[in-house]
């Protein structure tokens, strides 16, 4: 336990940064680029390069190089690194090439993804911004592989800290494109191609400068890169065969993720401001307490239970893997909770400024209530992966996957028949909700036979005490929200008082309930903290 709260506490204080800039960021994107139509075509844009990432290269990365590094390393005589340094040369090679033909075909993946009600102009808008920011690809993937050979050596805070400058930079970006184009720049009619310019290719910038910060790290943890081929070294074979399931998973989400957003397009095109950057603006909020609190844990996870593997070790699996999930369980109940209650006021005082209105703000806080739902199955979901890539087992999680995406896609379209359009994108919240919560309890039953058992039971009691702890926290947060929308209404400076009183006192009330029930988890980080505290 303690080992993985050091570690987890390290990557946790990076990823909080990372994600206070990515608000900062989130909060001027849509000032400047509202969240109607021409948000809604740069985060199409925005997200291609990323589909791609994940679609051929990304899913393999996460999920069969850090085992086979770890294996390396253990194995061969100079400690893996001829074989990091293949690696690092085949994929820099294999993403130049990639963003190359990615760029070239950059109008048939933006009609992919979009609706056929989309203006010739809007299109022509999001195809030019696709163009400028498809080179992220190859500096995904290079900061990817610099990421897994650092993890592997136990280096977890610059892979945490590095998308801070992206964040920075990003920043610096939206809001010269702000001052230079005014109310033009939410505009798709009126933007200019020195604007869409200014707009992509400091999108690029940012990860440029991830990247770079990755491998300045890299560097300082001894790695030094000489080109090597090597192809039957590098263990492409190998590679292949594991991560061929690997890539039928992502595909599979992947089609998940594109009828989701036919269909907000769609909505979007029917009500101004419920369509794409509501959805991603809501399902980015989400994610900050995962990213924050179950990424670090999972990052610290795996190339431990990779290595447990490797020595036959079932009983440590087990251990990690409980208390890993009591771990981010611990936090991310209560801050499900308050998400559900307090979605519009975090939208309200982050997205109402500039370009965008506050109705539409109001809209992307509903959306990340029903997406508070999510956050504990998904963050277990992830977790549970990681079991089964530990083994080396990435087939497994492609029929589990394939079991979400249908559950997801069915209550999508169905959601898409029966709502009105704008409830669709609250519907499509919906549907990430029950995939998740149905992959779960599928993933946990198949992991626990594979690992001889998950301590489920321990974990069951864990997280019930953690819901009774939470609940009165979430009862004060809605008589808070409730008292002050009495008073004042929803605007930007009441949502703040929402925020700090309700989701103060909600979080405060919880860890005081918790420390009494002497739930472990949140004793320990209270002794952590208290301790920093002293020194």
């Known amino acids: ?130 163009q400028f920011v498809l080179p992220q690809i190859a500096f995904f993937g290079i900061g990817a592989i610099a990421g897994a050979i650092l993890n592997t050596r136990d280096r977890f805070a610059a892979p945490m800290w590095a998308p801070v400058l992206n964040n920075i930079v990003m920043i610096g970006v939206l809001l010269l494109y702000f001052v230079t184009t005014g109310e033009a720049g939410s505009d798709v009619d009126r933007v200019s191609d020195a604007d869409l310019a200014l707009l992509g290719l400091g999108t690029t910038a940012g990860i440029v400068a991830q990247c770079l910060v990755l491998m300045v790290s890299l560097h300082r943890a001894g790695f030094r890169f000489r080109p090597r081929l090597g192809l039957r070294e590098a263990g492409l074979g190998e590679m292949a065969r594991a991560g061929s399931w690997t890539i039928v998973y992502v595909i599979i989400t992947q089609l998940g993720f594109l009828v989701t957003t036919n269909i907000a ?152 028949a029966v709502l009105p359009p704008r409830y669709v994108v609250m519907g499509l919240a919906c549907a990430f909700t029950a995939a998740y919560v149905v992959g779960t309890v599928v993933a946990w039953t198949l992991a626990a036979r594979r690992a001889g058992g998950l301590n489920g039971r321990a974990v069951a ?20 929200l409730w008292l002050t929308q009495e008073l004042t209404g929803l605007a930007p400076l009441s949502a703040a008082v929402m925020l700090a009183a309700g989701g103060g006192l909600g979080m405060v009330l919880y860890l005081v309930i918790a420390h009494r029930m002497r739930i472990p988890e949140v004793s320990s980080i209270v002794g952590m903290v208290a301790g920093r505290v002293r020194r």
Not at 461 to 480: C, D, E, F, K
């Open 1 to 130: 336990m303690s080992r993985i709260l050091r570690a987890s506490a390290i990557m946790a204080a990076g990823t909080m940064v990372s994600r206070v800039t990515g608000f900062a960021r989130s909060a001027v994107l849509v000032a400047a680029l509202g969240s109607a139509y021409m948000g809604d075509a740069y985060t199409i844009a925005n997200a291609i390069p990323l589909i791609l990432f994940d679609f051929l290269i990304g899913g393999v990365l996460s999920s069969v190089i850090v085992p086979m590094i770890v294996r390396h390393q253990k194995h061969d005589p100079d400690g893996g690194r001829a074989y990091e340094q293949r690696l690092m040369t085949i994929g820099t090679i294999a993403l130049t090439v990639l963003t190359v033909v990615a760029v070239l075909l950059a109008r048939p993946l933006i009609g992919l993804y979009t609706d056929d009600s989309w203006s010739p102009r809007r299109i022509e808008v999001a195809v030019t911004l696709t």
């Open 265 to 416: 397009s769609g909505a979007g095109d029917a009500v101004e401001g419920a369509g794409n950057t509501a959805y991603a603006q809501a399902y980015q909020l989400f994610q900050l307490p995962y990213g924050i609190i179950a990424v670090s844990v999972i990052t610290a996870m795996l190339p431990r239970m990779s290595r447990s593997v490797n020595e036959g070790d079932l009983s440590s699996i087990r251990e990690e893997f409980a208390s890993g999930v009591r771990l981010v369980s611990v936090l991310l109940v209560p801050a499900g909770l308050l998400l559900m209650v307090l979605g519009p006021a975090v939208t309200v005082l982050i997205y109402s400024w500039g370009n965008n209105d506050l109705d539409n703000a109001v809209y992307i806080g509903n959306v990340l209530q029903v997406f508070g739902l999510a956050l504990v199955p998904f963050s277990i979901y992830q977790l549970l992966l990681r079991v089964f890539y530990a083994f080396g087992d990435t087939r497994t999680p492609v029929f589990i996957g394939a079991g979400n995406t249908a559950v997801s896609i069915t209550l999508s379209l169905l959601f898409a």
């Open 461 to 480: 009691a864990g997280l019930s005490r953690m819901y009774t702890a939470a609940i009165p926290g979430a009862l004060v947060a809605l008589g808070v």
